[in-house]
């Protein structure tokens, strides 16, 4: 893997080391400095092993975090590379027919043997170049009569044995190469995959049928699966396995497919090995092959794969996977984020007097936060280590979750570790700790003396100290002078770093030079405030220092002398105006500039949230301020909700900007946004709520007040269990919006998977139908029905036998009417017979206009020979990895969009010949239609098109219903008993329910690990309540002491903290639930969202409450040994605790 | 509680060769070297003595809040240090109360919750324990201050609520450790009028350690302890008159 969100591995890892050594540079320059103030850091830190063990623990989660998403992608990127080189061998180019530029006859699809002497004698004595070989390969059935078993579609491969050999590709079992010379005659290798379909082994016989005609085979050993012995990585195939092959002589295989002279690829390798070909380092070969097929056009060749182009390939699925997992692990990496957060808020309340105390003394705010800032470290150094380590094990064990997924699918997955993602995750850890304890320590610091040392509480901070619009103007800029600051020491930062790598370049000399100018620019600035009178050198210094830094040396002075007039003024309004000015700016941009989702909606949310602030600045009281605030924004994120409920009227209506915006005539904001909103919003949505529980949730005090008869004796107990947490709203509220973001990230991860796995594996899945039978190319099947009677069949009854006839992108072109002339674009035609219509159930997700129902279009296509019906993916404009469609793909995205569309009109031609077919596209097919039976994918039409036009087509799928209800079982039954009587036909049968359930478990077992790791989070909220109950037993020593007292049990003492504890837990769980399952119910009905798939919102109860109750049951155990120990605090010595 | 005039000559506590030792692992500290003495029913026994003579430690075995090493302590007839833990914090809850000289409010209830909180411990319903938390800060002079948090009180005012706590369950005995140590002179002799009142209208125990000599001496008796021992006892005629 090389690229992260489209940047450099390598320039990220440099990036982070330096950051991690300036951060290293700011703690040994503390060190230097203050050693004092370092040790006292220290000390602080062993002075409680396990309070240290906690705070290590909540410290590492972010990191572990980090390193488990990129451990986990480096290792799928690995596996990926691993299966494409295993597969490819010695195979660099593949140079095949060009089908673009040639057509698509398929019977013309080949290259002649003598554009093959031609490569050999261009190329023969390349020194690039170590190998050249023919392949002729075939889809053909292939039979083991003996086991009647069958593979209607294997690989049928010709190889040539004097060529092949230098692509060290034929290799047995033990991965030793086998000789290409033994295949005389009809001998054959067999791959692994082939053996194990037909139940094959060498001495066994194999049929081949070409054109019904029966070829024998003897197996003399089974090879691996390559790209030269099966089909897959170059031509792929079909199906979740790629049929196995079938390896014979080229000669032998040119006499029986009757393509004398025809060769299908060349394949080319270069100089090198398997995994340092020289393809891999350059396409210097490729630009010679390209060269010499431009030079012979006749040849009608391309280049139509390379290795390199598919290890690239390989690697970004590897990135797609560490993006995906660090998106989903974003929540629990902010999570984490506030758990630092909340350690240092705690620590510092905590210390609070002691510092109060240190200042008193003459500590400064620097000294202090430059304490915090070495204990802080203390921690995180050791713990980012052990975290990055700690996420090698988790990924570790998320790939073993993963391989045992794949399993089945022939995707080998073995762990890797990569030493750079390791660099990363750890300096990303200790940086990102760094900023968050840097933060926490400036704000603890920023205490009042007298208050800290009699440990009085702060005053209320957005309250304006005048309340007038001049003293919030001037609080703004004192807010602006602070931005100001900031930025200049940004620039300065990245000054000095330039400097720094500019020195380094010049060997030391520059070095010295950056180190002077760094010198002047410091000296200059202390200058700048000096009291007393300066002396002649001192002006000389800053005459110097003014002249040189010119710009910045004004701004620098500027803000030095008005530092102390703006630290005088500056105060939360001021902070307020510039989030709303930030906020309205932000909103407009990205509603109407920019049509960024995220600085829209974000910009919105920060300009309500500082309308409350200012309120409460001009002295209104909190609790109406931000509950009126923050039930705004919970409905802002939450819309369409409720109106969802009573109308279908799309999100635009309601959206309140929006319908302003109407109501005055102006433009309407528009604004797209990606995955990153699920993250934006749950913060934001999360962060709302909070603001409302914490500011109301006094009410439970009274109804715990109203009904302490009916509680007894925990009534106690459960009054100051909810007393403290409302009493350090801060806190709570950290610790609630992180319980609360991670039950909710949780909660809308599970109900979208739910919903989406009961859409694919629902009963729509199965179209109406319990078997499906797929019929030979080279045997064909008129009707079901007779040749199972003729064959004896015996299984269970039939209901029904719906036919499709398949004429297959070698045989159809389709044009749309309205599109140019170049639009000629091969399709799949469908052709379906009328008891296929009859059973069908085939829901559409938009309907033409004139067709009310889906039931009207099925009978159009039944009566009327004139329309066509596409699926999903001929109108969604993606390709299956859910990428952009490629040009070379018929699309109707930009066509049909929507419900009630004006009929498409498209011509479906054969190339061969024949009248073109003038169709009305009427409707589209559900995508879950689809999503496990592939093969209803295509134009469908009436049969008699395709008879009339294609001959009756390529080939036919049927699709039976069986009597009555048939349970799984019975289906694989049918399946069986058919493929059994149709054998020697070569056709293959399938549940289709058990198609479905194979694919919704290994669904299933993925959502359960993308699950399981957005649960890390967990562990960070538990470790959060376990640090707060640890240091509420220790802060609270002396209020124990008195509860015990005045008549406190024990048992009433460690109930109130388990209370007090499970309050926290239940209330995040509540809202998590609350809120997770109304943005999912927004998300799944909309059809932005869903691309228009109707999805009938189900909310997965028994799934989410296994996930409600391990997040409380953990935080409850979790809190259950500070609870115990608060119990067991003696009186006494309690009390004369301080 | 309410006793009648006989029960004043009651001895509501019997101390008999209280030992009080603290391991702290590398030395063991005699607290208590064989206390013994008695207090009446109604009496107010002030506690005196240097810093470190035991005085605090005394107070908190005869309450019950710390275990005695060897020694009686008999509560109104029951030796104390033989009860479990339970029967102990039951016992406080209905026969004692408190006052502390930090307060020892709980920061995050209102005066009126501060007071109930002993109520609500021991049973009684919510709605009486609301109306007798009421009563109580009433006669400490505090109802109008009822729905305040400590850290809006001033000094007095939460040592006014520390009393009404005491109170609140009508307890046979007040145990006040340096109840004016941390208030002012004025208010330190308002708190202690308060309590000189508490005591005669409701023949209230009280125990009181003080360092302070003008607060022993509105007390019945004077009890000066040195080393762990009492040293002497004093009994102010004028106090017992007045």
Not at chain 1, 529 to 544: A, D, F, K
């Amino acid at each position: 893997m090389d690229k992260l969100f489209g940047i450099q591995l390598n320039s990220i890892m440099v990036a982070l080391l330096i950051l991690l050594a300036v951060v290293f540079a700011v703690i040994v320059w503390i060190g230097i400095r203050r050693p004092l103030l370092v040790r006292m850091g220290l000390r602080n830190a062993i002075r409680r092993p396990a309070q240290t063990a906690l705070i290590v623990v909540g410290l590492m989660l972010s990191t572990l975090i980090i390193s488990a998403a990129f451990s986990t992608g480096d290792t799928v990127g690995y596996s990926i590379t691993n299966l494409v080189y295993g597969s490819l061998q010695g195979v660099d180019y593949l140079v095949g027919f060009d089908r673009e530029k040639n057509g698509v006859e398929r019977e013309q699809a080949y290259l002649t043997t003598s554009f093959l002497d031609s490569v050999r004698q261009r190329f023969g004595n390349d020194p690039d170049i170590d190998g050249i070989t023919p392949l002729l390969v075939e889809q053909l059935p292939i039979l083991n009569e003996s086991q009647r078993l069958s593979q209607p579609q294997g690989a049928f491969i010709g190889v040539d044995p004097g060529s092949v050999a230098s692509f060290h590709a034929l290799r047995d079992l033990n991965d030793n190469e086998v000789s290409a010379d033994a295949l005389t005659g009809n001998r054959t290798y067999i791959s692994d995959r082939l053996s194990s379909q037909v139940n094959a082994r060498a001495g066994d016989t194999l049929t081949v049928f070409v054109e019904n005609k029966p070829t024998t085979f003897e197996v003399i050993g089974v090879v691996r699966d390559t790209s030269i012995t099966s089909r897959q990585a170059f031509d792929g195939g079909s199906g979740s396995e790629p049929p196995g092959g079938m390896i014979v002589n080229l000669q032998t295989a040119q006499q029986i497919l009757d393509r004398s002279g025809r060769v299908s690829y060349v394949a080319v390798s270069t100089a090198g090995g398997t995994r340092d070909a020289l393809a891999l380092r350059s396409d210097r070969v490729e630009q010679k092959l390209d060269d010499f097929i431009d030079a012979n056009p006749d040849s009608r060749a391309k280049v139509i794969a390379s290795k390199h182009d598919l290890v690239s390939l390989a690697e970004i699925i590897g990135s797609v996977f560490v993006t995906f997992f660090i998106v989903f692990g974003l929540f629990s990496i902010a999570a984490g984020i506030m758990l630092i957060f909340l350690i240092f808020i705690m620590l510092a309340a905590e210390r609070r007097s002691e510092m109060g105390m240190a200042r008193a003394v003459g500590m400064s705010r620097l000294n202090l936060t430059e304490s915090f800032l070495a204990e802080g470290m203390a921690y995180n150094i050791g713990s980012a280590a052990v975290g990055a380590v700690l996420g090698l094990g988790v990924s570790a064990l998320l790939v073993f979750i993963l391989a045992r997924t794949f399993n089945d699918s022939g995707f080998n997955i073995t762990f890797h570790f990569n030493p750079r993602a390791f660099v990363i995750a750890y300096s990303l850890g200790v940086v990102l700790t760094f900023v968050t304890v840097t933060f926490s320590a400036y704000r603890a610091a920023n205490l009042n003396i007298v208050r800290a040392i009699r440990d009085i509480d702060e005053p209320q901070m957005l309250r304006g100290p005048s309340r007038s619009i001049s003293s919030l103007l001037l609080s703004a800029v004192g807010v602006l002078w602070y931005l100001a600051w900031l930025g200049l020491v940004i620039v300065l930062a990245l000054g000095a770093a330039a400097l720094f790598f500019l020195g380094l370049s010049t060997y030391g000399l520059g070095l010295l030079a950056a180190g002077a100018l760094v010198g002047l620019f410091w000296f200059g600035a202390r200058l700048v405030n000096v009291r007393s009178r300066r002396s002649v050198g001192q002006w000389v210094l800053l005459v110097l220092w003014a002249v040189a830094f010119n710009v910045i040396a004004l701004l620098t002075w500027v803000l030095l002398k008005t530092r102390a007039w703006a630290g005088h003024y500056r105060n939360a309004g001021g902070w307020a105006l510039w989030m709303l000015i930030g906020g309205v700016v932000l909103t407009y941009l990205g509603g109407w500039v920019w049509h960024q989702q995220f600085a829209y909606t974000g910009g919105t949310t920060l300009a309500v949230l500082a309308v409350a602030m200012l309120a409460v600045y001009f002295g209104t009281p909190s609790r109406p301020a931000f509950t009126i605030a923050s039930i705004a924004l919970v409905w802002y994120w939450l819309l369409p909700l409720p109106f969802s409920l009573f109308t279908d009227d799309p999100l635009e209506h309601f959206g309140p900007l929006e319908g302003l915006t109407k109501l005055l005539g102006l433009p309407q904001p528009e604004s797209d946004g990606n995955i990153e909103m699920f993250f934006v919003s749950g913060i934001c949505i999360t962060a709302s709520a909070t603001l409302l529980v914490i500011f109301n949730a006094d009410a439970l005090l009274a109804i715990v007040s109203a009904f302490g008869r009916l509680l007894g004796g925990i009534a106690p107990a459960l009054k100051t269990a909810i007393a403290y947490p409302l009493a350090s709203k801060f806190r709570t509220g950290i610790t609630l919006a992180m319980f609360g973001l991670v039950v909710f990230s949780l909660v809308v991860m599970a109900t979208l998977n739910s919903n989406f796995t009961q859409l694919f594996a629902g009963d729509e899945a199965k179209a109406g139908f319990d078997v499906m039978v797929e019929g030979n190319p080279s045997n064909r099947i008129p009707d079901l029905r007779v040749a199972l009677r003729d064959a004896g069949y015996q299984g269970p009854a039939l209901a029904g036998v719906g036919t499709q006839l398949v004429a297959s992108t070698f045989g159809a072109v389709v044009q749309r009417d309205a599109a140019p002339k170049q639009d000629i674009l091969p399709i799949s035609v469908v052709g379906d017979d009328d008891e296929f219509l009859r059973i069908a159930k085939l829901p559409m997700k938009y309907r033409a206009a004139g067709y009310e129902t889906d039931e009207a279009i099925i009978q159009a296509l039944r009566n009327d020979p004139t329309v066509a019906v596409v699926d999903d993916s001929l109108i969604s404009g993606t390709n299956d990895f859910g990428g952009p469609a490629s040009s070379d793909q018929f699309d109707l995205s930009g066509v049909i969009k929507a419900e009630g569309f004006d009929p498409v009109a498209v011509t479906v031609k054969n190339p061969r010949g024949g009248d073109d077919l003038h169709l009305k596209v009427i409707g589209t097919l559900e995508p879950q239609v689809t999503g496990i039976l592939q093969q209803l994918a295509g134009l469908h039409v009436n049969r008699q098109n395709v008879d009339r036009l294609f001959g009756g087509g390529d080939a036919e799928t049927f699709f039976v219903k069986l009597e009555g209800s048939p349970s799984k079982q019975q289906s694989v039954d049918a399946a069986n008993a058919i493929e059994s009587a149709l054998l020697e036909r070569g056709v293959q049968a399938s549940s289709i329910q058990e198609r479905i359930d194979d694919s919704s478990s290994q669904s299933t077992a993925f959502q359960y690990l993308f699950e399981g790791f957005m649960g890390l989070g967990l562990v960070v909220g538990i470790a959060a309540l376990g640090v707060i109950a640890f240091r509420t037993v220790v802060e609270r020593r002396q209020q124990i002491g008195m509860l015990r007292a005045i008549g406190y049990s024990r048992r009433l003492v460690a109930l109130s903290f388990f209370f007090e504890s499970s309050f926290i837990a239940l209330a995040g769980v509540a809202m998590g639930l609350l809120l997770g399952g109304a943005l999912s119910y927004n998300l799944l009905t909309s059809p932005t969202f869903t691309s228009g798939a109707t999805i009938e919102f189900h909310f997965p109860w028994i799934r989410i409450l296994v996930i409600c109750a391990i997040a409380y049951g953990a935080s409850a155990l979790m809190t259950l040994i500070p609870a115990r120990a608060a119990s067991r605090v003696a009186v006494a010595e309690a009390l004369r605790y301080e | 509680m309410t006793n009648n005039a006989s029960a004043t000559t009651d001895s509501i506590i019997q101390v008999d060769g209280l030992v009080k030792n603290y391991d702290t692992g590398a030395v063991q500290v005699q607290a208590l070297r064989g206390v013994s003495l008695s207090v009446r029913r109604g009496e107010m026994v002030a506690v005196m003595g240097p810093s470190g003579c035991g005085k605090t430690t005394l107070l908190n075995c005869l309450s019950g809040i710390d275990d005695v090493t060897s020694g009686r302590v008999l509560i109104e007839g029951t030796d104390i240090s033989t009860l479990d833990d339970n029967t102990k914090t039951s016992y406080r809850a209905r026969r004692m109360g408190f006052i502390f000289q930090f307060y020892n409010l709980l920061p995050v209830l209102t005066a009126v919750e501060n007071v109930e909180l002993p109520l609500l411990v021991s049973g009684t319903s919510p709605k009486e324990s609301r109306q007798r938390a009421i009563e109580a800060l009433r006669r400490v002079g505090l109802e109008e201050w009822a729905q305040h948090k400590p850290g809006q009180l001033s000094g007095g005012q939460r040592q006014r609520v520390t009393i009404a706590r005491a109170l609140v369950n009508r307890p046979a005995i007040v145990w006040a450790d340096e109840p004016t140590g941390d208030l002012d002179s004025a208010t330190a002799n308002d708190i202690m009028g308060l309590m000189q009142q508490l005591n005669r209208e409701q023949t209230l125990t009280f125990v009181i350690v003080t360092h302070d000599p003008s607060i022993a001496a509105r007390c019945h008796r004077i009890i000066h302890m040195q080393d762990g021992r009492i040293e002497r006892e004093v009994v102010n005629q004028e106090a017992r008159v007045g």
